[in-house]
């Protein structure tokens, strides 16, 4: 019988602070190596390490930098930067669906407290916190000490991406193109809970193939990931199995 470890309220003690910064440790070589290519693409497109560093540190989006860098205008107008704002939109709208599952646990906070929290929110950062909080853990330093320092590894990543930019000018040829496609696979591993969990994967992997199929742009995964939260949501649980008499 699956036991459920009861769900107690968010507090702050500085004891976890420690096993978050473990906790998202497997996640900095790739993160590393992800902002080093960031950092390559910026400098191939004639940013400036300064204006590389502004972004790092206030749009803190991973791949929906890319996307935005990629697809940079050669002259900024108010259409083009409400393109750029919709690309990034389009990208970072799971992490809507991300914050929104940490409500029960940070929702108990005080909103000046519960809120700036969220600004740390990443893919990594987020299923190792889920991972904690459903083995019973409420520490909030858990969550927010391994965002600190996944954050500061982003920030300095792309220096030496900038600074190596003609090495890295072929990405494929050091295997940095794989970084991000490896690191979300490897987040689906400890996320496996079984077959009938992981139908809303496959429902997401699908449409999300199936529209980068048929429509042009970024379309596809904003199409993915709610195809795949609805399918989740729609999902009735399991009854639980009858105890057995001892």
Known sequence: MTTHLPKAPAYWSRDAI??????????????????MAFGA???????????????????????????AVQSWPATLTPSTIATLALLTTTVNIRFFLMTASMRPWF????????YPAM?????????AAMRYREHGGANAWFYVAGGIVLYFVWLVSAIPGYLLAEQLSDP???GVDLAMPAFFAA???????????AIPWAVSGVVALTVHWLIPGYWFIIAGALC???SAGLMDEPPPRPERAA
Do not use: H
Not at 18 to 28: D, E, N, R, T
Not at 119 to 127: H, R
Not at 187 to 197: C, E
């Open 119 to 127: 600004l740390l929110v990443t893919d990594g950062g987020w299923l």
């Open 41 to 67: 693409l910026c400098a191939q497109k004639n940013f400036t390490l300064a204006e590389v560093e502004v972004m790092m540190a206030t749009v803190y989006g991973g791949l929906s930098q890319f996307v």
């Open 107 to 114: 929702g108990t906070l005080p909103a000046w407290q519960a």
């Open 187 to 197: 987040m689906l591993v400890p996320a496996w809970k079984g077959p009938r969990r």
């Open 228 to 230: 795949g939260a609805l």
């Open 172 to 174: 494929k040829k050091f």
């Open 18 to 35: 420690w096993p978050g910064i473990v906790a998202i440790g497997p996640m900095l070589p790739g993160t590393l190596a992800f902002g």
